[in-house]
């Protein structure tokens, strides 16, 4: 599986179109324990993917603990990822471990996170800590509330390449043909602005 020059770990994310918005859940179909570095490594490429369809992305790295509340080494995996994304990715806008009611719900975020935050309350894309977590989660949403799922959408690959579940229905179709393409498009596009400024780097000064 080839994967492009910038992403260490090819992942996977569904699109969840709710009533009133549209999250990023990642990772919940492709790495089923991923390490803090992986876990680091998909919230960088969610967040650029949920930014490339209009989403601001706004990360929640979640666990059972919201920021110190509760310990253990699956915590520390989830405090150490969201290390790296600052590291890694300043820009990025990430906070965790934060627990999944702290991260969509501002009222329950003004309680268990003090001193304020830009993500808890307001998250859009939300990062699960394995894919048991994940895959569980998108499909309980989705059966409970009548969200449409996009996806997987997969990440890192040299070119579009998208999945659908056993289960998908004409418009689950329909929508990953719409995300597929639009993705080449962005490749595209991403392709012809390398190359020019390739061609500009050689040109004789």
């Known amino acids: 599986m080839l994967k492009t020059p910038d992403a260490s770990l090819v992942s996977s994310i569904f699109f969840m179109c709710l009533p009133d918005r549209v999250l990023v859940y990642g990772d919940c179909a492709v790495n089923v324990n991923p390490t803090a570095a992986d876990l680091a490594a998909i919230?960088?490429?969610?967040?650029?993917t949920a930014a490339a369809f209009g989403i601001e992305p706004r990360v929640a790295m979640l666990s059972y603990s919201t920021l110190g509340s509760g310990a253990g080494p699956d915590v520390q995996k989830v405090t150490e990822a969201v290390a790296l994304v600052k590291q890694r990715r300043p820009d990025i806008k990430v906070e965790g471990p934060i627990q999944y009611d702290a991260a969509i719900d501002p009222a329950v975020a003004a309680v268990k996170v003090k001193g304020g935050s830009e993500v808890a309350g307001r998250a859009t894309v939300f990062v699960f800590p394995d894919l048991n977590t994940g895959n569980n989660t998108y499909k309980a949403v989705q059966q409970s509330t009548g969200a449409i799922a996009m996806g997987p959408v997969m990440q890192g690959l040299l070119k579009p390449v998208n999945d659908l579940?056993?289960?998908?229905?004409v418009p689950d179709i329909v929508n990953t043909i719409c995300v597929t393409s639009i993705q080449a498009m962005q490749f595209k596009q991403r392709a012809g602005v390398a190359a020019a400024a390739a061609a500009a780097a050689a040109a004789p000064k």
């Open 43 to 48: 919230a960088i490429t969610s967040a650029d």
């Open 165 to 169: 579940s056993r289960g998908c229905t």
